[in-house]
């Protein structure tokens, strides 16, 4: 008799197990189940209509992807490294020399840095004209160091006194 209870009870056990699947499957299947075509998660309208949109979009992408060529030259090759030039640069023999200014101030340490030249404010990238040859005189940039600047390609730093 002791053991006919332990094999009632998992029987009633097996039995509340399958109802709980049973249960399980049919909320399942009402949950997905169709009503109206709208009622979808994803409509076959909505979702026509997005495949529509992207035939417009693919519609506008070239067939035909555009190749690059490489022609090699003689003079050029794609392994040599820039720093491999033999070719010097000629120096000029000219000895440049800045025309002479008052240099009277500068401002470093803002968002637009400026110099006081000749008693005119000049910022980076501004050309001061001289008379000499008609070329004038490119502020290259305003630091801590002094004033840049770029006369007949050549760099020079000049601080204010």
């Given at each position: 008799m002791a053991e006919t209870a332990p094999?009632?009870?998992?029987t009633i056990e097996y039995i509340a197990i399958g109802a709980?699947?049973?249960?399980?499957?049919?909320?399942?299947?009402?949950?997905?189940?169709?009503?109206?075509?709208?009622?979808?998660?994803?409509?076959?309208?909505e979702f026509t209509q997005k495949w529509k949109e992207v035939e417009i979009l693919e519609a506008g992408v070239p067939k035909n992807e555009k190749t690059i060529t490489?022609?090699?030259?003689?003079e050029t090759s794609p392994f040599k490294s820039p720093f491999d030039d033999t070719e010097e640069i000629k120096q000029t023999d000219e000895n440049v020399v800045l025309p002479e200014m008052q240099y009277q101030g500068m401002i470093w340490k803002s968002t637009r840095p400026q110099a006081i030249i000749n008693n005119k404010v000049y910022d980076i990238k501004d050309v001061i004209n001289v008379d000499v040859a008609g070329e004038?005189?490119?502020?290259?940039?305003?630091?801590?160091?002094?004033?840049?600047?770029?006369?007949?390609?050549?760099?020079?730093?000049?601080r204010p006194k």
């Open positions: 094999k009632k009870q998992h709980l699947v049973l249960v399980a499957l049919v909320i399942g299947v009402s949950r997905f189940k169709k009503g109206d075509v709208s009622d979808e998660v994803f409509s076959r309208k490489f022609a090699p030259d003689e004038g005189i490119e502020i290259k940039d305003i630091n801590k160091d002094g004033i840049h600047l770029v006369y007949k390609k050549k760099e020079f730093i000049v």
